[in-house]
């Protein structure tokens, strides 16, 4: 007797009566063939389906759930391997390795461009990843790596992000974002630094063009070491005062008095300059100082000079703004390879004029009467005079 073929039903299609009775006389043959009752044979069928889903589920354990990926996979995609080590290292901080502090060593060398931001109220330099990776495909680095084998190999974009990552996976650079200090307080808004970002460490350390990281690797701590130790043995002297020699002690006395003199010499100057500044405010407006810059933000020497100066009005600021947008006109102008503008031109004759004319007014009254008595003398030596020749 022959066997009847398998029925095939669709997705959701309900068997007919004939169908079922049909399926019923195949599990019963089955069952015959194999000397088994009907119940025996489908128990046996339920505990092999059983084995074979056990055995599926063991098999994508042990795989990492590579039973889909398999599925997945066509004869144009490249096995899983092969995509594992094309895709970006994941990021796993831990401690530093070797070759991360050599690669943030050469990039502490280099000019990142740096500046300076709050991070967890402490100073720290920030940077953006595409300096740095940009110096990592330079030759400078090929260079040092000839030098330094700890360095990794650096041929591309992929190898220099990976390269890049061993900053963050050793915890000496970390991807920050900037954020508001006082976002969420009642206070008002307070006067922050220009140009002092107050940042955040962001939980995606990503290698973008445009993300800023921050250094946390300081660099070599040996000039720490040696200002601490030279702290400690100021400390340690001042201490010992009293056990110092004689000519020590009196030659210390002598460098104290000269100091306390120079303090009260700066005091009296400051009392005096602006004792000076009120009586020309009223006499003469709009008042005389004496070393303008001595409190402004300037070097030493710089402090002293001018000598003197009148005080500066809105008026003076505002010619002394406009001379300087003329005189960085002109500069842009001359880069660029044309004739300064009409208007650019006539504000740097103005501006220069100006400045001319200051100058004049400032040597007449300095000297009104000697000028006075020159143009006088000159006005007379302009007139027209005769004078006699012997015929020869």
Excluded at 26 to 54: C, D, H, S
Excluded at 211 to 222: N, R
Excluded at 258 to 272: E, N, R, T
Aim: aromatic residues 8%; proline residues 8%.
């Amino acid at each position: 007797m022959a066997t009847p073929p398998p029925i095939q039903l669709q997705p959701g299609q309900q068997p007919t009566p004939q169908q079922i009775q049909q399926i019923q006389q195949q599990i019963a043959a089955e069952a015959a063939k194999q000397g088994l009752t009907v119940q025996q044979y489908i128990e046996q069928v339920k505990a092999q389906a059983a084995r074979q889903q056990a055995m599926m589920q063991q098999q994508r354990q042990q795989q990492g759930q590579g039973g889909p990926q398999q599925l997945l996979q066509g004869p144009g995609n490249p096995p899983p391997q092969q995509q594992q080590q094309m895709q970006r290292q994941p990021l796993q901080p831990g401690p530093p390795k070797p070759e991360a502090l050599a690669v943030a060593k050469f990039l502490r060398s280099q000019q990142l461009k740096t500046r300076t931001c709050l991070f967890q109220e402490k100073r720290k330099d920030m940077f953006k990843v595409k300096r740095a990776i940009r110096a990592l495909q330079s030759p400078a680095y090929a260079k040092a790596r000839s030098k330094n084998p700890l360095l990794p190999e650096v041929h591309d974009r992929p190898t220099a992000e990976n390269t890049f990552k061993l900053l963050p996976l050793s915890l000496l650079a970390l991807r920050v974002t900037k954020i508001d200090p006082h976002e969420g307080h009642d206070h008002g808004k307070k006067k922050r630094v220009k140009g002092l970002w107050t940042v955040k460490v962001e939980q995606q350390q990503d290698a973008n063009d445009t993300s800023h990281y921050i250094w946390l690797y300081e660099g070599p701590q040996w000039k720490q070491y040696l200002m601490a130790a030279g702290a400690l043995s100021a400390i340690m002297a001042v201490v010992m005062f009293p056990l110092w020699p004689y000519y020590l002690r009196l030659g210390a006395w002598y460098i104290s008095i000269g100091c306390l003199g120079i303090l009260c010499a700066f005091f009296g100057l400051a009392i005096v300059r602006l004792i000076l500044f009120i009586v020309t405010m009223f006499s003469n407006p709009p008042g005389l100082w004496i070393f303008p810059n001595l409190f402004e933000d300037v070097g030493f020497f710089d402090s002293f000079k001018p000598a003197w100066a009148w005080q500066e009005t809105a008026e003076d600021r505002k010619k002394a703004k406009a001379q300087k947008k003329a005189k960085r006109e002109e500069r842009k102008a001359r880069r660029e390879g044309r004739s300064p503008e009409n208007g650019d031109a006539n504000a740097v004759q103005n501006a220069k004029d100006t400045d001319l004319g200051e100058t004049a007014e400032g040597e007449v009254k300095s000297s009104g009467a000697k000028v006075e008595s020159q143009g006088q003398a000159q006005l007379r030596n302009m007139n027209a005079r005769v004078e006699e020749v012997e015929d020869e």
